[in-house]
């Protein structure tokens, strides 16, 4: 006699004879200890590798941030693919693994994508552009990348409790999962609220940034302001400039001063740091008429670079009255000669 087992109700195995899904998305928190020990990984490469070539880094101005985007590309493409097992060293710290919704890691182009979808927003946001030398419409450009992209790939990791996946993710088809188990993700659909969220809150961004954007131009020393701005941009070396009108008040005294502080990123040699400031407080005075307003005026030449994982610089302040400085730079007896 033949006796038949009863079937297993606990069977595994799905109608099609796949496993079910079971894999859980990633913690947030596993994520953000990843890329802080993969940006503490990256910035000491970075550093080793640009720090004995200060001076050559340093003439690279605005380009740095693009410098480092090439730099740590390989980094992520590579380990987030299949390649590296969809980890990077970050990721193996805290057993995490970029995968698609079966479980399999991703190919290297589309690791590629993803990590372009993330990284070019913060690149961008961390480029130091000539104000008055940009022309306007990369000035938009960069402002709707940095904005539309990254703030939204920002919002969806934190707040996309269901897949925690960013732009970069969606553009890239990834997740990022646990890596202790095998197999399909468990994935919910991401709540259209969201959506809703992340389309007015851009359009609340972009309308408010034009509002302020007007006020500021009406702002009554920002005028001059720019105008000193383009003046210093045009000198030779200089790379940008950065204008700021501010009160401050002595701690010991309580007296308040207003300082006229001009910032300039120079490509110049350090040996001719002083004579450099001195060139810039004499354009100035010469051109900007309300400098005898304030009781200092203080320039700031800054010499280094920024690449995005890694930076250095070295910053010379100089600090005098407005007499002061004509006297050094006009003679006791002289007075600065009057623009027509």
């Not at 590629?112 to 480029?127: D, G």
């Not at 910032?263 to 005898?292: C, M, Y």
Request: glycine content about 10%; aromatic content about 10%; charged content about 15%.
């Amino acid at each position: 006699m033949n006796i038949l087992a009863p079937p297993i109700a606990s069977d595994p195995l799905s109608a099609d004879g796949t496993l079910p899904p079971n894999r859980a998305i990633g913690a947030l928190w596993r994520r953000v200890a990843a890329f802080a020990v993969d940006g503490v990984a990256l910035g000491l490469v970075g550093l080793a590798m640009s720090l004995p070539f200060f001076e050559t880094f340093s003439r690279i101005g605005a380009w740095g941030p693009l410098v480092g985007f090439c730099l740590a590309l390989p980094y992520f493409a590579i380990l987030n693919s299949g390649i590296g097992n969809g980890q990077t060293l970050g990721k193996r710290v805290v057993h995490i693994q970029v995968v698609d919704q079966y479980g399999n890691t991703i190919s290297f182009w589309r690791s590629v994508a993803r990590y372009a979808v993330f990284a070019i927003p913060y690149f961008l946001s961390e480029m130091s552009l000539p104000v008055t030398r940009t022309p306007w419409a990369v000035s938009i450009l960069i402002s709707v990348i940095v904005l539309g992209i990254g703030g939204p790939t920002l919002y969806l990791v934190v707040f996309n409790r269901h897949t925690r996946q960013g732009i970069h993710d969606l553009a890239a088809g990834s997740y990022v999962a646990d890596a202790d188990k095998d197999g399909a993700l468990e994935i919910q659909p991401i709540w259209g609220v969201h959506w809703v969220i992340l389309g007015s809150g851009l359009i609340a961004l972009f309308l408010g940034t034009g509002v302020l954007g007007n006020k500021i131009a009406q702002w009554g020393p920002f005028p001059q302001l720019l105008e000193d701005v383009r003046l210093v941009e045009g000198m030779e070396g200089v790379q940008a400039a950065g204008v700021q009108d501010m009160n401050t008040s002595n701690s010991g005294s309580g007296e308040r001063q207003k300082i006229l502080v001009v910032n300039v990123h120079w490509a110049g040699r350090s040996a001719d740091k002083q004579a450099f400031a001195d060139q810039v407080a004499k354009l100035i005075i010469e051109h900007d008429p309300t400098v005898k307003e304030h009781d200092q005026l203080e320039i700031t030449s800054i010499r280094g670079y920024f690449l995005g994982i890694a930076h250095a610089q070295a910053s010379y302040y100089y600090q005098h009255t407005p007499a002061e400085w004509n006297a050094r730079l006009f003679g006791a007896e002289k007075s600065p000669p009057t623009n027509p």
